[in-house]
């Protein structure tokens, strides 16, 4: 990794900076314990007081300083073992993983927890980690690869978790707003556990120092000064998930501290092995001890107004976009499998063949289902009573995939980058957090409202990812930062939001799932009149979007306005995927399958790209909403939680196949 340091002052060193933020901790804990004393001074005997603080404050502080020095450690043996400086617990899909085990269990079989609640969120971890490398294993492990698996799989959890909660309901909904990161203590168990894992953690740790210094080279290099490398590998990772899974277990997933705390460590100086993995913990305790102070001062007489986790991707957000710029150019986009094919001739022929599939899967899916006697062909006067509830769940399902399919198209296209798309660049989780303010702020906000503020939240996120992929030279592994780092804010708000309860909570929770068995005649027709009137602009910009990917200096130079160009283009993929969002969720992934499954097919040029995607989103999305509603027939499965699952692990094997072939 490329050496990082930090802006300094004249005589100004980074350990003076971690020393002056220690010192703020120490005052902001402070704070805390007088506060506390005055809210309680009144009508509060001293044994009460000490209760207080002996058994909630106090082990509140421990933990929040262990956990963030456990997270560190797992981010920063993630990061050197793996040669990769976006690996953490959150962006493998280790959190996620460990979440979900543990939403399972308390659903189906809660005797796992009260076994170990432990084991059962290291076996989600290990589960998760297993899945990521497995896939991303033919591509050597390549950085970009790694996250967008562990992205794609914690998507998958993520809509998992929210399909649960909507069918268990308030049983688990306790634990998806505990999962938010709250560190509320009792006692000290929570504490001591973490705190001898990271004992352990870390005597294990620095016993591999030397092996660990030598991972910083390539395989081979590694090889021939005597490390195991595999068997490395995946003992470093074995610790690093224990790790991650016992803060989840206690405190629920706290993200951002795993990735920060290694990153900060570096900007400081750390480069060797035993510098990294003493400085990460500290910096990663100190992050969310801060944290934690600040969110306990803003506690009104009710709690906290945000889960400590919630408050971490609140500020962790901003500091890694304004880390971006900082960063090196390091990791390498991955190959495009269809990049090198040639184009088709007659691109008019596919698309027309793609309309034609569409359609005969429009009236498949109509037609086709399961009812009390079977599997069934509807006609005559059953069709007739069954397109009053079909039709505007297949019509809302097809608009909703062709937009989301076009807005990738066109992020592709604008930066230049087959990764780019709603759903890993954060747009879709900036919808949600437009969505969510529209519930809070109205009482009763209305259709047109709601969609207008998905797509306003949806404007701003994009806005703000090509903003900094602009001053970081739209690379690969930045563009890829800043979507984290949005959608980490994004779910931090969305947390929140959940943490505070109301009747907006679960609304949203049907919304991250993505359901469209909800949607009626009305909002039907409204969706697809917005999905052809923003697909009409597309006819008139395909000059510009065969010469933007070219860069501003040369398409400028073939007569592109680049400025106004990007504004509109910007401005049009935002609005498809607000509008598109707010129908099928954040979660699908027709975003990225979508463009990667039209290149694959030699449909590249300009205009004829972005169409054809969006017809392949919207066969997609099609099929998904009819095995949502019939794979567990009489009930409804989510739309948004099909198109994930299906389409989470394809979009991992085009990347691995386009790693195998020109990687």
């Known amino acids: 990794m490329a050496e990082l340091t930090l802006p300094r002052a004249a005589g100004l060193r980074p350990v003076h900076i971690w020393i002056a933020l220690g010192a703020l901790g120490i005052f902001l804990f402070a704070l805390v314990l007088a506060r506390q004393t005055a809210m309680t001074g009144e009508g509060m005997t001293p044994a009460l007081r000490d209760l207080l603080l002996w058994h909630s404050l106090l082990p509140r502080a421990a933990t929040a300083l262990l956990a963030g020095a456990a997270l560190g450690l797992s981010g920063a043996l993630l990061q050197r073992v793996l040669r990769n400086p976006i690996a953490d617990p959150s962006t493998l899909g280790i959190a996620a993983g460990a979440q979900l085990a543990l939403t399972l269990s308390l659903a189906f079989a809660p005797a796992l927890l009260a076994f170990s609640r432990e084991g059962t969120a290291f076996a989600g971890g290990v589960i998760a980690v297993a899945l990521v490398l497995a896939l991303s294993w033919r591509r050597d492990f390549e950085p970009v690869t790694v996250v967008v698996a562990g992205m794609t799989l914690s998507l998958m959890a993520g809509a998992m978790s929210a399909a649960l909660i909507l069918a268990r309901g308030d049983y688990v909904f306790s634990l998806f707003i505990w999962g938010a990161g709250s560190l509320h ?30 991972m910083i080279l390539d395989d081979a290099g590694a090889k021939s000064l005597g490390v195991a490398v595999q068997g490395m590998r995946l003992m470093v990772i074995a610790i690093a998930v224990w790790l991650a899974a016992s803060v989840v277990s206690q405190a629920g997933v706290i993200g951002f501290v795993g990735l920060a705390a290694p990153a900060f460590a570096r900007l ?63 990791l390498r986009a991955p190959a495009d499998a ?66 989301l399919g076009a807005a990738g198209a066109i992020m592709q296209r604008l930066t230049g980058n087959p990764l780019a798309g709603p759903e890993v660049l954060g747009v879709s989780a900036g919808a949600g957090v437009g969505l969510a303010a529209a519930l809070l702020l109205v009482p009763e906000p209305g259709t047109a409202l709601l969609l207008g503020a998905s797509a306003g939240g949806a404007l701003g996120a994009l806005l703000l990812v090509l903003a900094m992929a602009a001053l970081t030279g739209f690379g690969a592994e930045k563009l890829l930062l800043s979507g984290i780092a949005l959608s980490c804010m994004g779910l931090a708000i969305l947390s929140a939001v959940f943490a505070a309860g109301g009747p907006g909570s679960f609304r949203l929770l049907a919304w991250m799932s993505g359901s469209t068995d909800t949607v009626g005649v009305a909002e039907a027709w409204i969706l697809a009149a917005c999905a052809l009137v923003l697909m009409l602009p597309i006819v008139l910009t395909h000059r510009w979007l065969n010469l933007l990917p070219l860069g501003p200096a040369v398409s400028g130079s073939l007569g592109v306005p680049v400025v106004a160009s990007q504004v509109l283009l910007t401005l049009l993929a935002a609005i498809m995927t607000g509008v598109a969002a707010f129908f099928v969720g954040p979660l699908s992934l027709i975003g990225l ?71």
């Open 185 to 214: 203590q009792q006692n000290w168990q929570p504490a001591m556990l973490i705190g001898t894992r990271l004992a352990l953690g870390a005597a294990a740790a620095f016993l591999l120092l030397r092996p660990l210094d030598l």
């Open 268 to 330: 400081s100086g750390a480069r060797r092995a035993g510098t990294l993995l003493l400085a990460s913990p500290l910096i990663g305790a100190l992050l969310l001890w801060i944290t934690d102070s600040l969110v306990q001062l803003t506690a009104g007489g009710g709690g906290d107004l945000i889960p400590t986790g919630a408050a971490v991707g609140l500020l962790g957000g901003p500091l890694l976009l304004w880390l971006l710029p900082r960063l090196p150019a390091s």
């Open 338 to 403: 269809a990049a090198h094919r040639r184009r088709l001739r007659r691109p008019g022929r596919a698309l027309a063949l793609l309309a034609g599939g569409a359609a005969l899967v429009t009236a498949f899916t109509l037609l086709a289902g399961r009812g009390l006697d079977g599997w069934t062909l509807a006609t005559g006067p059953l069709l007739a009573d069954l397109l009053v509830f079909r039709a505007p769940r297949v019509v809302a399902a097809a608009a909703a995939g062709g937009l």
């Open 593 to 663: 399958i979508g463009p990667h499954l039209a290149r694959l097919t030699g449909l590249t040029d300009g205009r004829t790209f972005v169409f054809s995607s969006a017809l392949i989103g919207a066969l997609l999305m099609l099929l998904a909403d009819w095995l949502a509603r019939t794979l567990a027939f009489p009930y409804q499965l989510p739309t948004g939680l099909l198109a994930a699952l299906v389409g989470g692990p394809y979009l991992i094997w085009l990347l691995q196949r386009g790693g195998s072939r020109h990687g």
